[in-house]
């Protein structure tokens, strides 16, 4: 598989070297039928990546329950700017069934750790370590969100709202 870098050459140099962003949170939420010519509509493809500890972590094996996927890198400052937002999600959500997982996209298992470590990250943080998994999810610009629901059918990809998409996943009690 063709590895790709989700630096300069997917962002463009031109706004790299500017200071600006990528955003992938603007506009209407999406229900994809193809995104990054992979994902069909409702059908995430699954997967299996490790985690800091080095333990294996599969996607098909969280059905039942939902499941909120942070494409991110330590080297991107929206990512850095959202984790307050991303650990409220987390306090909110994960006691109502909410699995909730940072996807950290071709970085070192020992630089993920330590900025894991020094931001206080209480969800569980896997390592895309050839970006194949970001690929086929259609990333290209981070931070990255891909919500599922309880029987792992697509909610949202990217989710530029997902606080709406999550409250309507778990409605207030009457």
Same mark, same amino acid.
């Given at each position: 598989?063709?590895?790709? +870098?989700?630096?300069?050459?997917?962002?463009?140099?031109?706004?790299?070297?500017?200071?600006?962003?990528? #955003?992938?949170? #603007?506009?209407?939420?999406?229900? *994809?039928?193809?995104?990054?010519?992979?994902?069909?509509?409702?059908?995430? *493809?699954? &997967?299996?990546?490790?985690?800091?500890?080095? !333990?294996?972590?599969?996607?098909?094996?969280?059905?039942?329950?939902?499941?909120?996927?942070? &494409?991110?890198?330590?080297?991107?400052? =929206?990512? +850095?700017?959202? /984790? %307050? !937002?991303?650990?409220? /999600?987390?306090? !909110?959500? +994960? *006691?109502?069934?909410?699995?909730?997982?940072? /996807?950290?996209?071709?970085? =070192?298992?020992?630089?993920? =750790?330590?900025?894991?470590?020094? !931001?206080?990250? %209480?969800?569980? /943080?896997?390592?895309?370590?050839?970006?194949?998994?970001?690929?086929?999810?259609?990333?290209?610009?981070? %931070? &990255?969100?891909?919500?599922?629901?309880?029987?792992?059918?697509?909610? #949202?990809?990217? #989710? %530029?709202?997902?606080?709406?998409?999550?409250?309507?996943?778990?409605?207030?009690?009457?």
């Amino acid at each position: 598989m063709m590895r790709r +870098r989700y630096g300069l050459g997917r962002v463009g140099v031109g706004l790299v070297l500017a200071g600006l962003l990528l #955003c992938v949170g #603007c506009g209407e939420p999406q229900r *994809p039928e193809v995104t990054g010519g992979q994902v069909a509509a409702g059908a995430p *493809p699954d &997967f299996t990546l490790k985690d800091l500890q080095g !333990h294996g972590w599969t996607l098909g094996d969280q059905r039942g329950k939902p499941v909120l996927m942070l &494409f991110t890198t330590t080297w991107c400052p =929206s990512c +850095r700017q959202e /984790i %307050p !937002h991303y650990k409220a /999600i987390y306090d !909110h959500y +994960r *006691p109502r069934g909410l699995e909730m997982v940072n /996807i950290d996209i071709q970085e =070192s298992r020992e630089k993920v =750790s330590r900025f894991a470590d020094g !931001h206080g990250l %209480p969800y569980r /943080i896997l390592l895309d370590e050839t970006g194949e998994v970001a690929q086929a999810y259609g990333v290209v610009g981070v %931070p &990255f969100a891909a919500l599922l629901d309880r029987d792992g059918q697509v909610v #949202c990809l990217p #989710c %530029p709202n997902l606080d709406a998409e999550l409250a309507a996943l778990y409605p207030a009690a009457p």
